[in-house]
């Protein structure tokens, strides 16, 4: 099991921007994909960004061109830019992991509330 260790989540209000990170506890090369998913109260958890180890990104369609996802392989952190927040993205923003042994995992996730 990789452990991943959020950070970033907060208060944003509409329009605002906000830098949410996710470091992993294992090597970046054992890692096929990073990305960050996002559940709000009542709904499913959906897919926000994805990075693949060679920088292969893979986006909502919903956030193309407000978020960026990006990685630190020396790190092995992922992080995710969000600008122009929306109050329909409030959620919790869960960060997952796929390593190249096949194993799925997240971390406990942060809370993104936007709101004025």
């Known amino acids: 099991q990789v452990q991943l260790v959020e950070s970033g989540g907060g208060l944003v209000q509409p329009g605002g921007s906000l830098g949410l990170s996710c470091a992993a506890s294992?090597?970046?090369?054992?890692?096929?994909?990073m990305g960050w998913y996002r559940q709000a109260p009542g709904k499913q958890r959906e897919l926000v960004a994805t990075?693949?180890?060679?920088?292969?990104?893979n986006y909502a369609d919903s956030v193309k061109g407000r978020f960026t996802i990006s990685r630190d392989n020396a790190k092995t952190t992922v992080y995710l830019q969000m600008n122009s927040l929306k109050p329909e993205e409030a959620a919790v923003y869960y960060c997952?992991?796929?390593?190249?042994?096949?194993?799925?995992?997240w971390g406990q996730g942060t809370q993104v509330t936007v709101s004025s």
């Open positions: 997952n992991a796929f390593t190249t042994d096949e194993i799925d995992s």
């Open positions: 294992i090597s970046i090369f054992s890692i096929y994909h």
């Open positions: 990075i693949t180890s060679s920088g292969r990104t």
